[in-house]
């Protein structure tokens, strides 16, 4: 008898807890749920460059229920790099065979091409030649045609010093490339429309000029982006803050293995009675040693024809004037033990762009070895754009995309040239690593039809680069 009633009192007793417990764990997870329907974006992309729109727009295209905002900190999409860039729609023929460069550069250009023609954005595929002018650039322009073929470019053709004259009247090489299917283009009208499109496939997605990153407080279930104009609840941020994006990792608690060391490039442009000398596109042969093309000559949509980039270690990472100067940007190159080892290996290569970028006259110099007849009066300073270059640790130039994937975000830590080119295949590169490891097909969420897709997916483990640097593979390439 007594010990029936204490039997029946403990499994009451068990009853009650059990049921508490459960109901606090449901509690807990409705919150969570609340939380999670109730943020203002799914995703907040941090950068309105070409590289952050493009990711928005492939994302929102594959998830139409997804609402995703994109912060740019200017007042303009395109304001840095996309718009300060050659405008050319690179081949694809110069990367290592298998890059991530590689493998993105000739599909984002085809489908780029696609994108201007179906959006009227004007572009020319006026092709392009890549010119030795001297006997010890010829090996490197074999191996320039291999990596093309091994990249399966079309067209790319080796020519002779007659050829290169049919092509370019003006221009003198002894050998060269024909690369027909490279372009111009307008990088800023396709920011723009990217921007358009974004916003038009949802009425709840938002591409928010002056608005700048400027923290995140990260919670149990969401992350608040803190901007200058007041703050977002969102789910996943992805950082395409181009020459801030070490920056941007580093206020969301990420450690970049990289920073970004800017690099400035100036360009002169022919005047106008001089344009005539350029055809199209006219590029020297690449020193393999450096990330950068080497100062070319772009005829660019517009008609004008510009000359550069040099490449010139900057004090500033948005400064385009010769003698800009941040305190703040240059502590942080100079206090990074990478940049030092860069400038020892470097520093002869270094020097002579600091003294060709102040001399006008050995500028031309490095024009007349493509184009001999150009004279002093026929080139004039023109527009200047910065780089965002990532350098490792021991003072590596990062040559290839770099992207970080963490739990809930995703950062693009080294986008150089041709990321303009390539930027739809990133875009859909990026969408891929979002649709994985935030889950995103399996998110709940009402679309603008009322239609529901899936629950939320449990949340997977931290990205394998979260500590690592680039150079040692500890991030994801494309
Ligand atoms: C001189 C030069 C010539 C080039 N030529 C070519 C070329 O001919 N062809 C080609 O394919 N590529 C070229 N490139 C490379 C190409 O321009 C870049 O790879 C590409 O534009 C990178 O795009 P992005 O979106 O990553 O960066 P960006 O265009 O720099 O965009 C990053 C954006 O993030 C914003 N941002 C930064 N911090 C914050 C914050 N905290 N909050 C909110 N917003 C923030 C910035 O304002 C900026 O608008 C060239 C680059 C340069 C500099």
């Not at 039997?7 to 059990?18: P, Q």
């Not at 000029?209 to 803190?226: A, L, M, Q, S």
């Not at 200058?228 to 990420?254: M, P």
């Not at 344009?275 to 000559?297: C, E, N, Q, S, T």
């Amino acid at each position: 008898m007594w010990g029936e009633e204490n039997l029946d009192r403990v499994r009451r007793i068990c009853h009650n807890r059990f049921a508490r417990v459960v109901t606090g764990w449901r509690n807990l997870f409705s919150g969570a749920n609340w939380i999670m329907q109730n943020v203002d974006f799914e995703i907040v992309v941090v950068g309105g460059g070409i590289v952050g729109l493009a990711s928005a727009y492939k994302i929102v295209s594959a998830h139409p229920g997804i609402r995703i905002a994109v912060l740019e900190k200017e007042e303009s999409v395109a304001a840095h790099q996309t718009g300060h860039n050659s405008g050319v729609i690179h081949s694809g023929l110069y990367y290592k065979p298998g890059s991530a460069k590689a493998r993105t550069c000739a599909k984002g250009r085809k489908e780029l091409v696609k994108f201007a023609a179906e959006h009227g954005i004007a572009h020319d595929i006026c092709g392009k030649i890549i010119v030795a002018t001297d006997e010890k650039e010829l090996v490197r322009l074999d191996e320039l045609i291999e990596k093309g073929r091994a990249n399966e470019i079309e067209g790319i053709e080796k020519i002779g010093a007659e050829r290169i004259e049919e092509i370019e009247p003006a221009c003198r090489g002894i050998a060269g490339i024909w690369a027909p299917c490279t372009g111009i283009i307008d990088f800023v009208q396709v920011a723009r429309k990217l921007a358009e499109l974004i916003e038009a496939q949802r009425g709840g997605n938002k591409v928010l000029t002056g608005h700048e990153v400027i923290g995140f407080e990260r919670h149990d279930f969401y992350t608040r982006v803190v901007t200058n104009r007041g703050g977002f609840n969102t789910k996943y941020v992805i950082n395409c803050a181009g020459l801030q994006c070490d920056r941007v990792a580093r206020l969301d608690g990420v450690k970049p293995g990289v920073r970004i060391i800017p690099f400035r490039g100036d360009y002169y442009e022919l005047t106008e009675s001089a344009r005539g000398k350029v055809k199209a596109l006219i590029y020297p042969v690449p020193d393999p040693a450096f990330p950068f093309l080497g100062v070319h000559f772009t005829r660019m949509i517009d008609g004008a024809v510009e000359c550069g980039p040099n490449a010139v270690f900057s004090f500033k990472r948005e400064g385009y004037g010769k003698t800009d100067f941040s305190l703040r940007d240059a502590w942080d190159s100079l206090a990074y033990w990478g940049a030092w080892k860069m400038f020892m290996k470097n520093w002869m290569y270094g020097l002579g762009e600091y003294r060709r970028a102040f001399s006008k006259k050995l500028f031309l110099r490095s024009l007349q070895r493509l184009i001999p007849s150009l004279q002093t009066d026929e080139i004039r300073p023109s527009k200047a754009g910065v780089r965002a270059q990532a350098l490792g640790p021991r003072g590596e130039l990062i040559d290839d995309f770099f992207i970080k994937t963490e739990r809930s975000s995703i950062h693009v830590l080294n986008a150089p040239s041709p990321a303009a080119t390539a930027s739809l295949a990133i875009g859909d590169y990026i969408n891929e690593i979002a649709t994985k490891q935030f889950g995103l097909k399996e998110t709940a969420q009402k679309t603008d039809s009322g239609k529901t897709i899936k629950k939320p997916k449990k949340r997977k483990r931290r990205g394998k680069g979260a500590e690592g640097d680039a150079g040692a593979g500890g991030g994801q390439d494309l």
